[in-house]
């Protein structure tokens, strides 16, 4: 049984942790178990800990085994989707009369369901620049509850830094909750930077191939874990076997995709960086970027993703958008393929008027691990045609 980073990589562990031979047939690949319950000797006498899809499955686990051994964490769910880990984890967490500091560009999706959704429950919150840790300690209050963190953000790759969180949140009795999707476990490791929490869309990275939606919640609090667990069976955000096998076998690939994403996105970062019709590019791993010192630190590289405004404002950005041959035009993010996506229109149209509202004349490019030359001719060339 692999699990202990102690004793094994980070690429060894995405391809053997949870992943033992079925003892069963001796497959040498997790099996997908297509079944809704399982058969009792005698009532109450589970074979193997299993009674019903819902609460468990076999390929299940061997995916949340794997997840909490890259993590670095004690206990992992593995969700239907991202969405349903971040809801899961705000549920087990909060309280009517809570309140909660979240970054000022969030995930869309994250900024809907607390403004939409959890405020109609009585939560209350704060949009806070993260990178500021001044400011965050300022917006919290004797009743907020967690100190929610993106790094790097969407879709303006702020980054924001962790341990400095995980002192602030120590000190103020909140939770740390890190959604760790844009660096992937292969790239930063939140928990052992002192978060309490992370969540996954495992849709982007993990996956990997742009093929299943999914999430995860990753802690070493027991307490939070099981609390996590009870939510998710009571309210039924399971992930079905075939989308656990799915992600599991993007999960083995996941550390020679990240060094490919990276190696990629830096190439590209650059490139853009010096191109006229290019005003400003967003990578962390630009030196000028202003988390870059803090970026170095906290991950092993600066991954896939690069957000570029255009000096031609909204039309060039859109123009560029419908001009790309390889990298094609859609939501979404982290899979082999390279996607390219106008955020104001597209991703965060929702956060529109709002203070999360993001500029028009961004473009946000999802990398992916085709020939870098392929990739620059792309995107000089819709640039310049
Ligand atoms: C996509 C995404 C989510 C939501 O995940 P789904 O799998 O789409 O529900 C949450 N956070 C970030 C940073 C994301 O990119």
Same mark, same amino acid.
């Given at each position: 049984?692999?699990?202990?980073?102690?004793?094994?990589?980070?690429?060894?562990?995405?391809?053997?942790?949870?992943?033992? =031979?079925?003892?069963?047939?001796?497959?040498?690949?997790?099996?997908?178990?297509?079944?809704? $319950?399982?058969?009792?000797?005698?009532?109450?006498?589970?074979?193997?800990?299993?009674?019903?899809?819902?609460?468990?499955?076999?390929? !299940?686990?061997?995916? *949340?085994?794997? /997840?909490?051994?890259?993590?670095?964490?004690?206990?992992?769910?593995?969700?239907?989707?991202?969405?349903?880990?971040?809801?899961?984890?705000?549920?087990?967490?909060?309280?009517?009369?809570?309140?909660?500091?979240?970054?000022?560009?969030?995930?869309?999706?994250?900024?809907?369901?607390?403004?939409?959704?959890?405020?109609?429950?009585?939560?209350?919150?704060?949009?806070? !620049?993260?990178?500021?840790?001044?400011?965050?300690?300022?917006?919290?209050?004797?009743?907020?509850?967690?100190?929610?963190?993106?790094?790097?953000?969407?879709?303006? /790759?702020?980054?924001?830094?962790?341990?400095?969180?995980?002192?602030?949140?120590?000190? $103020?009795?909140?939770?740390?909750?890190?959604?760790?999707?844009?660096?992937?476990?292969?790239?930063?490791?939140?928990?052992?930077?002192?978060?309490?929490?992370?969540?996954?869309?495992? $849709?982007?990275?993990?996956?990997?191939?742009?093929?299943?939606?999914?999430? =995860?919640?990753?802690?070493?609090?027991? *307490?939070? #874990?099981?609390?996590?667990a009870f939510l998710q069976n009571s309210a039924?955000?399971?992930?079905?076997?075939?989308?656990?096998?799915?992600?599991?076998?993007?999960?083995?690939?996941?550390?020679?995709?990240?060094?490919?994403?990276?190696?990629? #996105?830096?190439?590209?970062?650059?490139?853009?960086?010096?191109?006229?019709?290019?005003?400003?590019?967003?990578?962390?791993?630009?030196?000028?970027?202003?988390?870059?010192?803090v970026a170095a630190k906290q991950m092993r590289?600066?991954?896939?993703?690069?957000?570029?405004?255009?000096?031609?404002?909204? *039309?060039?950005?859109?123009?560029?958008?419908?001009?790309?041959?390889?990298? $094609?035009?859609?939501?979404?993010?982290?899979?082999?393929?390279?996607?390219?996506?106008?955020?104001?229109?597209?991703?965060?149209?929702?956060?529109?008027?709002?203070?999360?509202?993001?500029?028009?004349? /961004?473009?946000?490019?999802?990398?992916?691990?085709?020939?870098?030359?392929?990739?620059?001719?792309?995107?000089?060339?819709?640039?310049d045609g």
């Amino acid at each position: 049984m692999v699990h202990s980073a102690d004793e094994f990589g980070f690429a060894t562990r995405a391809i053997h942790a949870g992943q033992d =031979a079925d003892p069963a047939s001796g497959s040498v690949i997790v099996p997908i178990h297509a079944t809704s $319950t399982y058969a009792q000797d005698g009532v109450g006498g589970l074979r193997a800990g299993y009674e019903y899809s819902r609460t468990g499955n076999p390929t !299940r686990t061997a995916l *949340e085994e794997c /997840l909490a051994s890259l993590e670095g964490g004690r206990y992992a769910r593995a969700f239907a989707s991202g969405m349903a880990a971040t809801d899961a984890v705000l549920r087990a967490l909060c309280r009517p009369g809570d309140h909660l500091v979240i970054p000022d560009d969030a995930y869309g999706g994250t900024f809907r369901l607390v403004d939409k959704v959890l405020t109609g429950w009585g939560i209350e919150y704060t949009p806070v !620049r993260l990178s500021d840790v001044d400011g965050v300690r300022a917006a919290v209050r004797p009743n907020t509850r967690v100190i929610w963190c993106e790094t790097p953000t969407n879709p303006l /790759l702020g980054i924001a830094d962790v341990a400095a969180l995980a002192d602030l949140s120590r000190d $103020t009795g909140t939770t740390l909750v890190v959604d760790n999707t844009f660096a992937s476990p292969y790239l930063q490791a939140p928990l052992a930077l002192g978060a309490d929490v992370v969540v996954h869309s495992t $849709t982007k990275y993990l996956g990997g191939h742009s093929d299943v939606v999914g999430g =995860a919640v990753v802690t070493s609090d027991e *307490e939070l #874990a099981q609390q996590v667990a009870f939510l998710q069976n009571s309210a039924g955000a399971v992930p079905g076997p075939f989308d656990a096998w799915l992600t599991l076998r993007g999960l083995k690939t996941l550390a020679v995709r990240m060094e490919r994403h990276s190696d990629n #996105a830096e190439r590209i970062a650059e490139t853009l960086s010096r191109h006229p019709a290019v005003r400003r590019v967003y990578y962390p791993g630009l030196p000028g970027h202003p988390g870059h010192e803090v970026a170095a630190k906290q991950m092993r590289r600066f991954g896939g993703m690069v957000s570029i405004s255009l000096a031609g404002g909204e *039309e060039a950005a859109l123009r560029l958008c419908g001009r790309t041959r390889l990298f $094609t035009l859609a939501e979404s993010l982290g899979g082999v393929e390279s996607l390219i996506e106008h955020p104001g229109r597209m991703t965060h149209a929702s956060t529109a008027g709002s203070l999360l509202a993001v500029p028009a004349d /961004l473009v946000r490019l999802s990398v992916g691990i085709e020939d870098p030359d392929d990739l620059v001719a792309d995107l000089l060339g819709a640039l310049d045609g």
